[in-house]
């Protein structure tokens, strides 16, 4: 409810067991589909706002400024909210576990001191904080924690493998404080190091001693099991993994290539019996392989080319041609299955016999026969599996996939590789929700005959207030890039009626909220003559219709990524009247006066003055999302003072003090909507400019409007990407776009 604020909502997915943010964003790497922690969605990109002093910890970034003058203060001085994002943005702890650890304020102390007391800098290396944060957790001895701490702090132990060893070599001490620290040197990898050259050699030298059949039987089946087996190998203890997988992943294939697997008492072969030939025991018999065809165009066999999301409408035993990419791939010596993915949906793909293996993200084009099975619903996978007759690989997958995102991937790496990111699972579902957002959007305002307009977003006027625009120049001018297009919308009203855009806008907001974008999709309308009662019964039938719409399409989505608002598991989440969250009219209403006392007799204060509110205050969005949790249900916020509001906003014609305007509050997130009535009196908006301090040549063609046959009217804007926050239950609006722009971030 910031004045002047970005309609800027804020990219989830189950979240990681561990305590560190990351989690691979369901893209079918280990752990497939995962859902990725909503702190590391948020992904700062460095603690460069976090400042340490000898006695106090600084986190501009939190909802509140102040300065925590002692630790030992903090649970006296921080909220648990507080809290949780200091955990979140100096630890990297993901957002359930921060909270959790934030209702223990004593932990919470130890922890940051304990950052504190290793000189953790902004600039340190993530890998070594990761490291911290193991040693902090697992080792409960103060002295022994320290102890293993410096040699983190000292780059002695640097890899997860020897601060793991360091652990188990100190918790096994028992009833003493002392370490041998020879002993602790040798057996936990003090000081050695294995280059690459050495490492490949090694796992080169290893694999020349395996029976190429177990080896192949053991690769098809997982291959990490080779890789546990090769961290047992003298020498390879502390070596880098990444490198012992890149290799094994490189070297093996090849070796295996033609090796054929036989039934148990046969012995290895090399080639592929000759056709004709008898097998002189009588007893051995080789697996058959799945049909693979060279030459992917060859696959389709004449059939023409099926959608996922079209095979549960075909008849059982139908045979169908399928492209798409290997989602999740288990490889077994007789069978394997793959989740394919392409696009439309996701379904089980069952390769009876022996294939050759290949890696997550493979492209495949499959001829298949479509089989019921109700075991295959899984997730958004329906009952249905595909048998295969036939198969080509398109494209491979570089074996590297498995290591570009990882359970313990930075914020910024998650963000760095969003072009991975966004095909799994969660990022995907949250994509094609959008999309059917927008969509229904668009059909509404279609529907009462309104005209969809493009303005411009390079301008030379401010909307909102000149502190959060982004300057540009444009051919020897300055010019902006658009905070909202309002203005421009405003001046279609007279030629085409009532109008929308769907556009960019952009805000220079120094803000790594998760409610906060530099850019973000703007959903705006005017409407050509209406009074403020009209305007807020538009906005009640635009929430209310654009949820049916979208849920009546993709409820099914929308319960996998917000479950928990489903009136009973068991519902149908196609149905609007299965969710418990579905906007109702009328919308509650509360005068921004009465906001003010309902904070203060609820003990929801001023994060910036540590007080009770004052009318003329704004109630920011920490106190916004407080309140409205407590309320419980959309509420529409109307008649803020008018000098907290834009230029434009018309004054309540009872108390001119006020404006006509309305915020849009929802539960879990806050405002995702602001609007109001437009001055529409050519004098009144002149003295508006010069209340402002802006030149009136420059809004000529704003006046004219008023000068040349006015009418009342108003409007509003939206955010998408907090709309979609709060109908999928995001941790940030960054999980809600594409490639999201915020301060620091402007790639890829």
């Given at each position: 409810m910031a004045s002047r604020r970005v309609f800027t909502p804020m990219l989830a997915l189950p979240l990681s067991s561990s305590y560190y943010c990351g989690c691979a964003v369901g893209v079918g790497f280990p752990p497939a589909g995962i859902r990725v922690s909503r702190t590391a969605v948020l992904g700062l990109t460095s603690w460069k706002h976090l400042c340490y002093d000898n006695n106090s910890i600084h986190h501009p970034i939190l909802s509140s400024s102040r300065t925590f003058v002692n630790l030992a203060d903090r649970k006296k001085m921080t909220s648990p909210e507080e809290m949780s994002e200091s955990l979140k943005l100096i630890v990297g702890l993901d957002d359930k576990n921060a909270k959790d650890l934030s209702t223990k304020p004593e932990r919470v102390e130890d922890l940051l001191g304990f950052f504190k007391s290793q000189d953790i800098t902004p600039e340190s290396p993530r890998e070594q904080k990761v490291m911290l944060f193991n040693i902090w957790t697992k080792v409960k001895n103060l002295n022994h924690r320290d102890f293993v701490a410096r040699y983190v702090k000292n780059m002695k132990l640097d890899s997860t493998q020897k601060v793991d060893a360091a652990i188990r070599f100190v918790s096994a001490i028992k009833n003493t404080d002392a370490v041998d620290t020879?002993?602790?040197?040798?057996?936990?990898?003090?000081?050695?190091?294995?280059?690459?050259?050495?490492?490949?050699?090694?796992?080169?030298?290893?694999?020349?001693?395996?029976d190429l059949k177990s080896l192949k039987v053991s690769w098809m089946k997982n291959p990490n099991m080779m890789l546990g087996k090769m961290k047992r190998v003298p020498g390879l203890q502390w070596a880098d993994i990444n490198v012992v997988k890149s290799t094994l992943e490189e070297l093996v294939p090849p070796m295996i290539k033609d090796v054929v697997i036989e039934e148990t008492g046969s012995k290895t072969k090399h080639k592929d019996p000759v056709a004709g030939t008898s097998n002189t025991t009588g007893a051995a018999a080789t697996i058959r392989k799945c049909p693979r065809n060279e030459n992917w165009k060859l696959i389709a066999n004449?059939?023409?080319?099926?959608?996922?999301?079209?095979?549960?409408?075909?008849?059982?035993?139908?045979k169908v041609y399928v492209i798409g990419w290997a989602h999740r791939v288990r490889h077994q010596s007789r069978i394997s299955f793959v989740e394919l993915r392409d696009g439309s949906g996701f379904i089980q793909v069952v390769f009876e016999g022996a294939t050759e293996p290949f890696h997550r993200e493979t492209s495949l084009a499959i001829r298949a026969t479509l089989k019921y099975e109700p075991k295959a619903k899984v997730d958004l996978q329906p009952p249905y599996e595909l048998h295969v007759e036939e198969y080509a690989i398109i494209g491979n997958s570089d074996g590297s996939i498995e290591n570009i995102i990882t359970a313990e991937s930075s914020p910024d790496k998650l963000l760095d590789d969003r072009h991975l990111?966004?095909?799994?699972?969660?990022?995907?579902?949250?994509?094609?929700?959008?999309?059917?957002?927008?969509?229904?959007?668009?059909?509404?305002?279609w529907s009462l005959d309104m005209s969809e307009v493009t303005p411009p977003t390079l301008v030379n006027t401010q909307c909102e207030g000149g502190s959060t625009l982004f300057d540009v120049m444009y051919y020897g001018k300055n010019a902006y890039l658009t905070q909202s297009s309002q203005l421009y919308l405003e001046t279609c009203t007279s030629a085409l009626g009532d109008v929308y855009c769907i556009l960019p806008s952009y805000r220079a907001e120094k803000s790594k909220t998760r409610r906060h974008l530099s850019e973000y999709t703007h959903l705006e309308a005017e409407y050509a003559v209406c009074n403020y009662e009209d305007l807020l019964s538009h906005l009640e039938d635009l929430l209310v219709e654009v949820f049916n719409r979208v849920i009546k399409r993709v409820g099914h989505l929308v319960a996998f990524m917000n479950p928990g608002e489903l009136v009973d598991a068991s519902a149908d989440p196609c149905d609007p009247k299965s969710w418990k969250f579905a906007p109702k009219k009328p919308f509650k209403r509360l005068r921004y006066g009465d906001a003010i006392k309902f904070c203060n007799e609820n003990g929801i204060i001023n994060p910036e003055t540590n007080a009770p509110f004052q009318f003329g205050e704004d109630i920011t969005d920490q106190p916004e999302r407080a309140m409205v949790e407590k309320i419980g249900e959309i509420v529409f916020m109307t008649h803020f003072p008018a000098v907290m509001k834009s230029f434009y906003m018309s004054r309540d014609e009872h108390d001119p003090t006020l404006t006509e305007s309305v915020d849009i509050l929802v539960p879990g997130v806050g405002e995702i909507v602001g609007g109001s009535m437009r001055m529409w009196d050519y004098d009144e908006l002149l003295q508006a400019y010069q209340r402002e301090g802006l030149d009136p040549s420059t809004y000529y063609w704003y006046t004219d409007q008023r000068k040349f046959g006015s009418t009342p009217h108003g409007g509003f804007g939206l955010g998408v990407e907090r709309f979609l926050v709060w109908l999928l239950n995001l941790g940030s609006v960054r999980e809600a776009c594409l490639f999201p722009r915020y301060m620091g971030r402007c790639e890829p």
């Open positions: 020879e002993k602790f040197e040798k057996e936990c990898g003090v000081g050695v190091v294995i280059t690459h050259d050495e490492t490949v050699r090694l796992v080169k030298t290893a694999l020349e001693e395996e004449g059939l023409t080319r099926s959608k996922i999301s079209d095979l549960p409408s075909c008849k059982e035993g139908t990111v966004v095909r799994g699972t969660y990022g995907s579902t949250t994509l094609k929700v959008r999309h059917e957002v927008l969509r229904a959007f668009r059909e509404y305002f």
